[in-house]
């Protein structure tokens, strides 16, 4: 029964919560993680950098004023000047223009590569982690059988074959490549929390309550199991940025006239005794771009991982 006290204090709506017994408002485990996120050095300097890539991915222009298709070999390694930053490659290409639109080719491809990985992930997963049984055996045996061929071989051997009789600059294969061959980490995390998640008391009312799989999995089983596969296709996208630079730099991802950091890696490399710039340029911005997305995604799972805190 309430106390005279407690009626007469009247409750107004939309009023904020009360404070907790340590003088701290209560907060979702998502509001907890952004509070943690925004003090942590880590996360604030990979998501700067990130934001400074994709800048330049989509506005180039910003960032340079030079064509990077405009080659003359009158200025075959020049040095760097006001006019070019990093002076001129082997074929008087300005170095500084490739490398800022280099980048458009690498977060396109970190993209649609996570988006087909996470897709797959998401229902492979999904379904194995829920429905147990003989489709959790069948779909886990898919997910063994993918994780037993090598990696980069893989990627090498399909990115060849989808790229033997085209045209274009390779760019739709190696997304497919990287998506199709690299989800099997995440579906195995997204299985777990699933099955996890499904135990929860909170799982069972909706399945007494007459839900459907397909609510229960959509309203209350993915909102708590997205957690982890977040991290993971937010840590693959680092790795498939590289991979696609070590396809280009191999021959078998993106070609002429794409303008990939690999492709450029791969040209500069013939000629690193005449001009190191052209190397180091495109090399320094894949490996701080791969850096970035993995401190970004290691900020991300000690932030959303309540064992951590």
């Given at each position: 029964?309430?106390?005279?006290?407690?009626?007469?204090?009247?409750?107004?709506?939309?009023?904020?919560?009360?404070?907790?017994?340590?003088?701290?408002?209560?907060?979702?485990?998502?509001?907890?993680?952004?509070?943690?996120?925004?003090?942590?050095?880590?996360?604030?300097?990979?998501?700067a950098?990130?934001?400074?890539?994709?800048?330049?991915?989509?506005?180039?222009?910003?960032?340079?004023?030079?064509?990077p298709?405009?080659?003359?070999l009158?200025?075959?390694?020049g040095a760097?000047?006001?006019?070019?930053?990093?002076?001129?490659?082997?074929?008087?290409?300005?170095?500084?223009?490739?490398?800022?639109?280099?980048?458009?080719?690498?977060?396109?491809?970190?993209i649609?590569?996570?988006?087909?990985?996470?897709?797959?992930?998401?229902?492979?997963?999904?379904?194995?982690?829920y429905?147990?049984?003989?489709?959790?055996?069948?779909?886990?045996?898919?997910?063994?059988?993918?994780?037993?061929?090598?990696y980069?071989?893989?990627?090498?051997?399909?990115?060849?074959?989808?790229?033997?009789?085209?045209?274009?600059?390779?760019?739709?294969?190696?997304?497919?490549?990287?998506?199709?061959?690299?989800w099997?980490?995440?579906?195995?995390?997204?299985?777990?929390s699933?099955?996890?998640?499904?135990?929860?008391d909170?799982?069972?009312?909706?399945?007494?309550?007459?839900?459907?799989?397909?609510?229960?999995m959509?309203?209350?089983?993915?909102?708590?199991?997205?957690?982890?596969?977040?991290?993971?296709?937010?840590?693959a996208?680092?790795?498939?940025?590289?991979?696609?630079?070590?396809?280009?730099?191999?021959?078998?991802?993106?070609r002429?006239?794409?303008?990939?950091?690999?492709?450029?890696?791969?040209?500069?490399?013939?000629?690193?005794?005449?001009?190191?710039?052209?190397?180091?340029a495109?090399?320094?911005?894949?490996?701080v771009?791969?850096?970035?997305?993995i401190?970004?995604?290691?900020?991300?799972?000690?932030?959303?991982?309540?064992?951590?805190?």
């Amino acid at each position: 029964m309430a106390s005279p006290v407690d009626l007469a204090q009247p409750t107004m709506v939309g009023a904020p919560p009360e404070p907790s017994a340590t003088g701290e408002r209560t907060r979702s485990l998502l509001a907890d993680a952004w509070h943690d996120l925004r003090r942590n050095p880590v996360f604030l300097i990979s998501s700067a950098l990130i934001l400074l890539v994709i800048a330049m991915a989509l506005f180039p222009s910003l960032f340079t004023s030079a064509d990077p298709r405009l080659c003359q070999l009158s200025r075959q390694h020049g040095a760097p000047s006001g006019e070019a930053l990093f002076g001129y490659n082997f074929q008087g290409c300005d170095v500084f223009a490739r490398t800022v639109y280099g980048a458009r080719a690498s977060i396109t491809v970190g993209i649609l590569g996570v988006a087909i990985a996470g897709v797959l992930a998401l229902v492979i997963g999904m379904s194995a982690g829920y429905f147990g049984g003989w489709i959790d055996a069948v779909l886990s045996r898919v997910i063994d059988i993918v994780l037993g061929i090598p990696y980069l071989l893989a990627a090498i051997v399909l990115a060849r074959r989808l790229t033997a009789s085209r045209d274009d600059p390779g760019l739709l294969p190696v997304v497919l490549v990287l998506g199709v061959l690299g989800w099997t980490q995440a579906a195995r995390v997204l299985r777990a929390s699933v099955i996890s998640a499904k135990q929860q008391d909170y799982v069972a009312a909706a399945r007494m309550l007459g839900a459907s799989n397909l609510r229960i999995m959509r309203r209350h089983i993915l909102p708590n199991a997205m957690t982890p596969l977040v991290v993971v296709l937010t840590l693959a996208m680092g790795g498939f940025i590289a991979a696609e630079a070590t396809l280009s730099f191999l021959g078998v991802g993106l070609r002429d006239p794409a303008i990939s950091w690999g492709i450029d890696i791969a040209n500069a490399q013939l000629h690193v005794r005449e001009a190191s710039l052209p190397l180091i340029a495109p090399s320094a911005f894949l490996g701080v771009t791969v850096l970035a997305f993995i401190m970004l995604g290691d900020a991300v799972r000690d932030a959303l991982d309540p064992k951590l805190r």
